[in-house]
C-alpha cells in the first residue's frame, strides 16, 4: 500500500472510533432518560469501530509480497518487467485491380446485337446505335 491510502485508512478508523464513542455516550443517556434500557446500540458500534480498526491494522501492517524469483543452479534470477505494448496504425495498402480483358466483339454479329440490346434499352439494331445522356446517337463498340 501506499503511504496515501495507509494514511485515508487511518483517518477513517480514527474517526469512526471517535465518533462511536461520542455516539454511545450521548445515545445511552437519551435511551435512559426516554426509554429506560441498557445501552445495546452503544455496544454494537463499539464493535463495528473495534472491527474496522482491526481491518484497517492488518491492511497496514501486512508486508508486501516477495518478487517472484527463478532459481537455477548458478544462484537466482528475477525477470525483468514484461515488455510494454507499442500499437502501431496499420498501413494502407492500395493495390489497383488488374483490368479485365474481354474479347472485341465483331459488329453486326449475333452476339454484338444481344450485348448491345442488352445493354442499351434505345439500341436501334439497323443502325448500330444507341442514345446517349447527352442526347447524341453513339455507335455501340461492343
Known amino acids: 500500500m501506499n ?68 532459481y537455477y543452479d548458478d544462484g537466482y534470477y528475477a525477470p525483468p518487467p514484461p515488455p510494454r505494448r507499442v500499437y502501431y496504425r ?3 495498402v492500395y493495390e489497383q485491380p488488374a483490368p479485365v480483358y474481354r474479347p472485341a466483339l465483331q459488329p453486326w454479329s449475333r452476339s454484338w446485337y444481344n450485348y448491345c440490346s442488352n445493354r442499351y434499352r434505345s439500341f436501334d439494331p439497323r443502325s448500330g446505335t ?3 445522356y447527352d442526347g447524341r446517337q453513339h455507335f455501340c463498340a461492343g
Not at 35 to 40: A, K, L, M, T
Open 3 to 70: 503511504k496515501l491510502s495507509k494514511f485515508v485508512a487511518i483517518s477513517c478508523a480514527a474517526t469512526v472510533a471517535a465518533f462511536a464513542v461520542a455516539g454511545s455516550a450521548s445515545a445511552q443517556e437519551w435511551h435512559r432518560r426516554h426509554y429506560h434500557h441498557g445501552g445495546g446500540d452503544a455496544l454494537a458500534a463499539g464493535v463495528a469501530g473495534l472491527a474496522v480498526g482491526v481491518i484497517a491494522g492488518a491492511a497496514l501492517a501486512s508486508p508486501p509480497p516477495p518478487p517472484r524469483r527463478y
Open 90 to 92: 496499420p498501413a494502407y
Open 130 to 132: 444507341f442514345t446517349g
